[in-house]
C-alpha cells in the first residue's frame, strides 16, 4: 500500500467522517477531502475554503469538477471491480453557488456498468440545497 | 512574448498559474502538483483548465457587449481525449459559438502541440445586463 499524501492544509473532519486517503497529488493539493458510510453506501465532502473560490466569491466550477472526478472515478472504480480506469467524459450543471465555509457533500450513483465503460452520476449538496449534478463516462482499462 | 495571468481568484491562482500571450492563446505548464497517481495530469486539473480558458473567453464577450456584466457558468462538458504529461506546456484557446442577450455558448480546446488533450463546451449565464 502506498503512502497516502499530507493536503497542505490541516482541517478536522465533521462527527462521523474520515479522511480519504489520496494518492493523486493534485487531489491532495486541493484537500483535504473526507468520506463515510451511510446506509451502506460512500458518501464524500469537503470545507471550501478561501483556496476554492472564484472571483465573485463562490466555490470555483474547477474545484467542484475536481472533487467530482475524484469521487465519480472511485464510484467507477468500485464499479468495475477494482479495475483502474479513465475519464472519456464529464458534464457538470451547476445549480447553485456554494461558498467559503460551505461543506459540499457528493452522492454517486452507477447507472449502467458495461465490460469497458462504465457510467456515474453524482449530485452534490450543501445542507439540503443542491448545487451541482453530474454525469460521466470511464473507460474500463484493458477491457473492450 | 510577454503574458499576462489570466483567474487570479483564489482557486484559478491556487490550482494554475494559467497565462494568456499576446497572441490570445492560454498556457499552462504541467507541474508535479497538477499530477494523478500514474504521473499524467489529473483530470480535475484538465477540467479546471478549461473552466479558466472557457470562462475568460465568456467574461470576456460579456464585458465586451456591457460594460460591468461578469458570468456564472450553467454546464460544462469535458472530453478526455488523450493524457498530457509532467512538463507538457497546454496550450488553450476557446471561441464563442452563440450569444444571445442573457446566455453564452463557448466551445474550445486544450492541446500539447498538435495534439488535443480535451474538448469542451460550456454554457454562461451573463449577470448584470439589462437586468433592473
Known sequence: MRTPIPSPVTVEPPQGWTLSLLHDPFEAHVGPLFEREEEGERIFGFFADERHLDDQGAVHEGMLMTFADAFLGSAAHRGAGGKGCVTLSLQASFLAEAKAGDFIECRTHIDRTTRAIIFVSARFSVGDEDVMTATSLWKVLGER | MSSRQVDTSGFGAYAGPVLRNEAGSFIFEISDHHLNGDD?????????????????????????KSEGATVRPLSLNCDFVSAGEKGDTVEGSAEVTRATRTVLFISGELRVGPRILMTATGVYAIKGTDEK
Open chain 2, 40 to 64: 499524467r495530469l489529473h483530470g480535475g486539473m484538465m477540467m479546471t483548465l478549461a473552466s479558466v480558458v472557457l470562462g475568460a473567453v465568456a467574461k470576456e464577450t460579456a464585458a465586451g
